[in-house]
């Protein structure tokens, strides 16, 4: 099956500094990658959708210069956390909707952010 | 904005028993789906229902859909320790420019041996 890898799975960092996640689609071409936030015990929440070589898409109340997203590939989609702050540490996930634009989505197996 | 409330928030029950998981949305969907997440991982795609379908069957998973009231459910059969895990419906919409799929708050199954 098709396989979504996320990197780092956790990662603590101080409060000031940007931290970059990585979501690779292994085994096939994601031409849409969509960035989730999740914090304990509750729903995930979308916060932008990416297509490959074009600006991604931000939820409303979702910070586009805080939540930095590239899609330069159709295997790669970053999310880059800048300036983080406390309230930035959540659960992020990626997922990738392939490029049949099959209707299930795959995806990463989450990054815990803490910021100190 | 949350698209599916599942009920209930939290299921607890003994190994072989069935699992019963509602979901309902508010707004018109392409199609439903459950997604299955073990306690801080990804989630894992089970099953999608369109919404000209009622009825669905995977393995020891029944899904129905009823559109008019805007709800679905999903059934777990002879359920295993190992299907303990928290459980989304997620609902699909295609808006002018994106396909988006909007998660319910879930249902926390804990299937006791």
């Known amino acids: 099956g098709a396989v979504v890898s996320q990197h780092p799975s956790r990662v603590i960092c101080k409060s000031g500094t940007s931290v970059k996640i990585e979501c690779r689609s292994l085994d096939f071409q994601a031409t849409t990658m969509f960035w989730y936030r999740q914090f304990p015990k509750q729903s995930l929440m979308l916060m932008a959708t990416?297509?490959?070589?074009?600006?991604?898409?931000?939820e409303q109340g979702v910070e586009k210069d805080k939540f930095l997203i590239n899609h330069a590939s159709l295997t790669l989609s970053t999310l880059t956390v800048t300036s983080a702050h406390p309230e930035d540490s959540s659960f992020y996930i990626c997922?990738?909707?392939?490029?049949?634009?099959?209707?299930?989505?795959?995806f990463g197996s989450g990054t815990q952010l803490s910021v100190l | 904005s949350q698209q599916g409330e599942e009920d209930p928030q939290a299921l607890s029950i003994q190994e072989g028993e069935n699992a019963t998981m509602n979901c309902s949305y508010k707004?018109?969907?392409?199609?439903l789906q459950w997604y299955r997440q073990n306690s801080g991982r990804g989630l894992v795609h089970l099953i999608l229902?369109?919404?000209?379908?009622r009825e669905k069957h995977s393995g020891r998973l029944r899904v129905t859909l009823d559109t008019s009231k805007k709800s679905s459910s999903l059934l777990i059969t002879a359920s295993r320790a190992a299907d303990t895990a928290s459980y989304f419906c997620?609902?699909?919409?295609?808006?002018?420019?994106?396909?988006?799929?909007?998660f319910g708050k879930g249902t926390l199954l804990t299937v006791n041996p």
């Open positions: 707004t018109s969907i392409n199609n």
């Open positions: 990416s297509n490959e070589g074009s600006k991604a898409t931000y």
């Open positions: 997620a609902t699909a919409t295609r808006g002018s420019s994106n396909y988006k799929l909007t």
């Open positions: 997922s990738a909707r392939d490029f049949q634009g099959r209707e299930k989505l795959f």
């Open positions: 229902i369109r919404s000209n379908e």
